[in-house]
C-alpha cells in the first residue's frame, strides 16, 4: 500500500480543471499534501469564457467518485435529470428515445464551472490542498527533477521541485508534451475532422424552458447535427457539430447569410429559439474534436498523466469527464495494491489504457449513431426489441448505453459484450417483420452461450 510514511507525501497536480481537483481530494483523503498548479485565473472570481462545453452529461463513473469524495451532496441540487433523448426531425416533429428500459436510469447535465468550483472549494477545505492559479506550466524536467511554472500576473519563473508530478492538464497537456519530447511517452492526435460551436437557446418570456427540459435533444442530420442541453437558468446550450471542410461545413458559412439560409434548412424549428445565433455562431470559438493516443502515460515513478491529458476522447457518449474521474478512482482503489508511485503509475498505465482505448473507440461509433441512425427505422426497432431482450435478461443484456451510462463495467468488457448484443440485434431485427417464437428461442441461446451473467464478471 502506498502511504505518506513509505513514499513521498508531496505530491504535484498540474490542472486544476475536473480531474485535477478530484484526484487531489482523494489524495488528500489519505493525507497526502497536495500543491495543484493552474494557469486560469480561479474560476470562483472570474468570468466563464464563452463557447466551451458549458455544460456536460454527468453519469454513474462521474457520480461514483463524487460520491466517494464526499462532494456528491454538494452539486446535487444544481443537477438537472435527463431521462432520454429527445429526436427532432426535419419536419419538426419529436420522438422521446428513454435511456433506461425500467425508466429508472438517468443522467444529468451539470455545469462545468459550477462543478469546478464546488471541486476547488471542497479541495481547499481539507487544508491538505493548495491551489496556485495562473501558474502556467512551461517545463517538466524529469532528468533534473524540476517543473517550471510562469506566473501569468507578475511574469515570474519559478522552479518547482516536488515529485512526483501528475498532468491533469487536459487535451492539449503540456506536461505530456515535455514527457514526449524526452521520450518517456509517445503520443499523436488522431483529428475527427469535425468541429464543435456552442449557441444558446434562452428560456421563454415567462422565463421556463422553451423545450422539454428532462431530455437531451437531438437533432440530427446524418453529416453532422445539433444537440442541446439544459441549464439551471432555464436556457439549453446547443452545440453544433459539423464537418471542418467540405460542402457543407464550418468553411462553407462564412456569413450570416450563409448560416441563415443553413439553419432554416437543416434546422428550420430551432431558428427562432436561437435569438442571438448570428452573433453567437461569429464571436464563440469553433472548439476542434479528435481523440490523443499516448502510451505509455508515466515517466518512472516521477509523473504520470491523467484524465484527458492521457487519454481525451471525442465527446459523444458524453464519457470524457466520467472516464477522467473514474481513472482518479481506480488510482486511488490502486494505492491501496501497489507498494510505490513507480509500481502504480506503470499499472495504471499498462491496465487502465485498455478500458480508455474502448471508451474512445466507442465515442467515436456514436457519433455516427447519434447524428445518422437516430432518423431511421431500422433503429428504433433495434430499440424496442433491445428494450425487450433487457427487460427479459437484466442480468445479462444491458444495452450498450446502459453498460457505459449507468454501470461501472470495464469499457473494455462494454465494447465486447456490445459487439456481440448488435449482431443479435441486427440479426433478429428488420425494419419489415416482427420478430417471431423460433427467434427467440434463438436468441436466448445466443444470449445464455455469449454474455456471462453480469455477477460473473
Ligand atoms: C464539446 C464537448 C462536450 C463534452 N461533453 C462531455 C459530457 O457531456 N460528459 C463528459 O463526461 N465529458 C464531456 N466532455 C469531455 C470533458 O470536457 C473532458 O473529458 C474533461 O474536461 C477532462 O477533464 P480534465 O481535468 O482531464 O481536463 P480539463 O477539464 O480540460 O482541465 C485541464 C486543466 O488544465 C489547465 N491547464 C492546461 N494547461 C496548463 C498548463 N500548462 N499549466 C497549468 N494548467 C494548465 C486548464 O486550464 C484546465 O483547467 C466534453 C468535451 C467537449 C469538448
New binding site residues.
Partial sequence: MITTNNCSDKITV???????PVLALYLARRGFSVDV????PDLRNASVPAG??IN????KR?ITALEEIGVFDRIKPSLIPMHGRRIHDLNGDTRFLPYSSSGTDFIYSVS?SDLNKILITEAENTDKVRFHFQ????GVDIIRGAVT?LKKDTGEKIKWKNFPVIG???????VRKFLSEDGFVSDALDPLNHA?K?LNIPPDERGQFILDSNALHIWPRDEFMLIA?PNLDKSFTV?LFLPELGKISFETIQSGNDLLIFFKKMFPDVISIIPELVTDFFKNPT?K?GTIQCSPWHAKDKAVL????AH??V?FF???????FEDCTIFNRWMDSTENWGELFQKFSNVRKFDTDAIGELALENYIEMRGLVNQNIFFKKKELERELEMTYPNRFISRYSMVSFHQIPYSIVKARGIIQEKILSTFSSSSSSVSMKNYKEIEEMIFEELPSLDQL
Fill in positions: 498540474i490542472g486544476g480543471g475536473l480531474s485535477g498548479f493552474e494557469k486560469r466551451r462545453s456536460l452529461a454527468l453519469s462521474g462545468r501558474h502556467e506550466c512551461i511554472f491533469t492538464d487536459g487535451a492539449g497537456s503540456v464543435y456552442e442541453l452545440t472548439g474534436l491523467i484524465g484527458d491529458a481525451a476522447i465527446p458524453g464519457q470524457g469527464m466520467n472516464a477522467s
